[in-house]
């Protein structure tokens, strides 16, 4: 599925905790992995990154890559270069108003990124399943794709409950203009609507093996990213797979926020935005 | 403190029950051929105004409704409130978020299907007035940008009643033709505004480039921190307001507050509404519910009221003049979908879908009718110019469902 995932770190206190989780996602897409550090190479920085993966227990398969500059535009560009399939990064929650209208290194990978992009929001030292995992069925090209790696995901850790997510575009304009009906065509109207977008998911999922999975189909309305934050923080989900949207993100997104912008300005939890343009490329 | 006396009083109810109930009454016959409301509530102004009452008992018209007194002007301030709700709710369906969604195609097409038809219209208007029986001078670039105008627009609600009705309202194609729309109200109401201005009506009129900048300022201002201090306060209504009157009385709070600055700065009232609504409406605190609400509120008390108000001041058969409805229809079926058609084509339609897109954006509607209703108020246009506006109108409501079937049947499968 993911072949070649990078991991961005620093030598920041999450340090460790972010190669622990490193480790565990090359064990489960069994893949090779890249180490991408931007800022200082010297002979202690070496020592350093040696005993830090030792420490992880990340000893084969991997490469580490020292870069220097901007780190977003270093980490994106050596994806680039290296075929990259998954690239994993941790981030905070919530985005400062200056960082929010910048760009921080984690947001700015998120919105340019050419690859599927991880963001951890809390990774861990011990093994943290992912227990509820929300997957956003909408918008992207990508967006079976994104169906097919949270299945798999879910099934490889035993997921207790897996909500995909499918939005009602435009559902309050629908329905005004459908207000010169009777009271029972509008509630069949209604009822239509929602399982219309139902059957577009169960359509998508008869082509995944969903076996031992327990699945949820949730139709919401309202803005779709907005609603999809909430949608993850009210069922205390812990991972958020979606795929990338069909264009990259720009300042008047940020002004203007939309979709995956107002994911982006407050992570609900980790999220996985998959984006198999590599492979196509 | 004036107040009606008691005829007057019973005067207005009896206006307020003939109007809603006839507009009921000729909306569900609408329904049944399949219209929408607001063609059956333009008939019930017809009917109720002096084409037909007025003609074949002209005292029971005089007794409905009389020209003067204080149910009149009651009844005019009940119209005004409509205009400025209906202003309100064609804002709360621009949905900023499916404008971006659809990036660049929706840009292409809103453009050309805009300025297509504007200039056409504008350059017909300009060149040949005399087509249009137009002899104020004084008035021909105000009444050609108008005209131009009134082309240019596309009725949202009514195109995406058609969208729904073929079934195609989520398809990629309909997502364009909705997000063109919105992107076409926001931009013409902008120049209806500067329109409005130049028509110079009141007294206190801006200058042309003052007028420009401070719509497009307003605009811009009300979309970044209006937005931002709505985003602040809907949360606080819905948690601690009772659901949904605090936020229904509240948003109609705020959208009078938005019409009544724009006028008092001089930019018409209208343009306030519209813009708060567009605010309000972009902002992802206002569920779609909450959406659904306040239209049907607005669109089945005061819509009604408005649309038949038209008919109660106009003689529809003397003011029919058959030339001028050919040369708006011929404007409209050409200029309109030829823009629309090469936007679609631009933004990387199939050629028969690009068509349906063309057919599906020349659908006038309400927007049209408040816009043309308000120019001859202001005195820019003839009772002849508004009928053929109402024709217009009604003509390409009834013929965009039918036009973009048959060019849907063209296309191998919906996407």
Known sequence: MFERIAIAIAFSPRLQTLLAEANRIQQLFDSELIIIHVGSHTQEDDMKMESSLKEAGLQENIKVIWESGDPAKRILSVCKKEKVDLLVAGALKKEDFINYYLGSIARKILRKADCSVLMLTEPSLKSNPSQRMVIHAEDSPYATQAIKVGTYIGKIQSTAQLHIVREIKLYGLAMSVSSERTEDELSEIRKNLVNEEIKIVEDILKEVDTKGLKINIKVISGKSGFELANFCNRTKSDLLIVGAPNRKMGIFDRVFPHDLEYIFADLPCDILIVNPKRKNG | ?415
């Open chain 2, 1 to 415: 403190m004036d107040k009606l006396n008691h005829s007057e009083v019973i005067n207005l109810l009896i206006q307020l029950c003939v109007m809603l109930s006839l507009g009921r009454l000729m909306a569900e016959l609408a329904r049944k051929f399949k219209q929408p409301a607001v063609v059956g509530e333009i008939l019930a102004g017809i009917i109720l105004g002096p084409t037909i009452l007025g003609n074949f008992t002209p005292e029971a018209f005089e007794m409905l409704f009389p020209t003067s007194g204080a149910s009149a002007v009651v009844l005019d301030g009940f119209i005004q409130i409509a205009v400025v709700l209906l202003l309100f709710i064609a804002g709360l369906e621009v949905d900023l978020h499916i404008v971006w969604q659809q990036g660049k195609q929706a840009l292409y097409v809103s453009l050309v299907s805009l300025i297509v038809p504007f200039v056409a219209g504008f350059i017909v208007t300009w060149f040949f007035p005399e087509i249009f029986d137009y002899t104020d001078q004084s008035k021909q670039l105000v009444f050609a940008m108008f005209i131009g105008t009134v082309m240019a627009i596309t009725a949202l609600p009514v195109v995406a009643r058609v969208l729904m009705d073929l079934e195609v309202f989520k398809t990629r194609m309909g997502m364009l033709i909705i997000a063109s729309a919105m992107i076409i109200d926001l931009v013409g109401w902008i120049i209806f505004t500067i329109i409005l201005n130049m028509m110079g009506s009141n007294s206190e009129s801006l200058s042309l480039s003052k007028t420009i900048w401070i719509s497009i300022g307003f605009t811009v201002l009300m979309l970044t921190v209006g937005k931002g201090l709505i985003n602040k306060a809907l949360p606080w209504i819905n948690k601690r307001l009772a659901w949904p009157g605090g936020l229904l009385s509240l948003s109609l709070a705020i959208c009078f507050l938005g019409a009544a600055f724009t006028e008092y700065i001089g930019i018409h009232s209208i343009f306030g509404a519209f813009i708060i609504g567009v605010a309000l409406g972009d902002s992802k605190h206002l569920s779609e519910r909450a959406k659904e609400i306040i239209h049907q509120f607005i669109n089945n008390i005061f819509a009604p009221l408005f649309f038949i108000s038209i008919g109660l001041g106009i003689d529809f058969i003397s003011a029919f003049n058959l030339q001028i409805i050919l040369v708006l229809l011929v404007l409209a079926f050409i200029f309109k979908v030829l823009g629309a058609t090469v936007g679609a084509r631009m933004g990387g339609l199939s050629k028969y879908e690009s068509m349906a897109v063309g057919f599906g954006m020349n659908t006038h509607g309400t927007l049209e009718v408040i816009l043309g209703a308000i120019a001859l108020n202001e005195g820019l246009i003839t009772d002849e110019i508004f009928v053929a506006i109402l024709v217009m109108v009604v003509v390409t409501i009834i013929a965009s469902a039918p036009l973009m079937k048959y060019c849907l049947k063209f296309v191998p499968t919906k996407n």
